[in-house]
């Protein structure tokens, strides 16, 4: 079962999980030459981004990608790389690595292919991934009802190209096998409406209709699950 972790504000959620994270890298770190972090993208881990950037870590032995990523340039607003650069990879974290999505391909089709290469040169398993989660119980860019979820819960690839029916954008996302390929997985919420999904995804019910539950229910990873309100 997923471990829960209940923060009473939005600051001691971003402490607790900055503490969480950097632990993990450090253990990696002193045990192999290279650590992955895998980070989402969105409103939410904004505040995580500045607090990890300030970390005492041998961020040059660290890198960073992404769980997923809607197909813009780097300089859309949009984009989870722009996220990441203008919060994460700054200060100390500035000596980390990065691996974006984006690849100038036209489409996350044609893209595919070359990433799941670069993905596969990675160090395995990661060794932490910080996951969010949609009022749909959507994980990475995993939707609910999205002709290619069937393919994203079972392919082998490390990505996939989706496009979503009802968000913006085409995307690139990991799949759940290259999720599940981590140490430590994280699962990152707040507020009493995704509270109340994931207490509907905890409970009976299709992995179809929330994907989330894809990792919420294996027991191969840890996940620790830090909510506030």
């Known amino acids: ?7 009473t504000d939005t600051p001691k959620l971003t402490a607790a999980l900055t503490q969480h994270v950097a632990k993990r890298l450090k253990e990696d770190l002193a045990r192999q030459e290279q650590a992955v972090l895998v980070v989402s ?3 939410s881990p904004v505040a995580l981004f500045q607090a990890l950037a300030t970390q005492s870590l041998v961020w040059s032995r660290v890198v960073i990608t992404l769980t997923d990523e809607r197909w813009v340039p780097p300089d859309h607003a949009d ?3 722009a996220l990441v650069r ?3 990879l700054k200060q100390r974290a500035a000596m980390a690595s990065f691996l974006p999505f984006w690849t100038g391909d036209s489409t996350p089709e044609s893209a595919a292919p070359s990433l799941c290469a670069s993905l596969l040169e990675l160090p395995s398993p990661f060794s932490t991934l910080v996951l969010g989660m949609g009022e749909d119980g959507h994980m990475a860019s995993l939707f609910p009802g999205s002709a290619e979820l069937a393919a994203g819960l ?3 690839d490390p990505v996939l190209a989706v496009n979503p029916a009802y968000a913006p954008h085409a995307r690139m996302s ?8 981590s140490r430590d997985i994280v699962l990152m919420i707040s507020g009493a409406a995704k509270r109340q999904v994931l207490e509907e ?3 009976e019910g299709p992995v179809e209709d929330l994907p989330v539950r894809a990792i919420l229910r294996q027991s191969a990873v840890p996940v620790s699950i830090y909510w506030a309100p």
């Open 154 to 156: 079972i392919t082998p």
């Open 174 to 181: 990991l799949s759940l096998n290259r999720i599940l390929q």
């Open 86 to 88: 203008t919060h994460l």
């Open 201 to 203: 995804a905890l409970g």
């Open 1 to 7: 079962m997923p471990s829960l972790r209940e923060c």
């Open 79 to 81: 984009s989870n790389e």
């Open 41 to 43: 993208g969105g409103r």
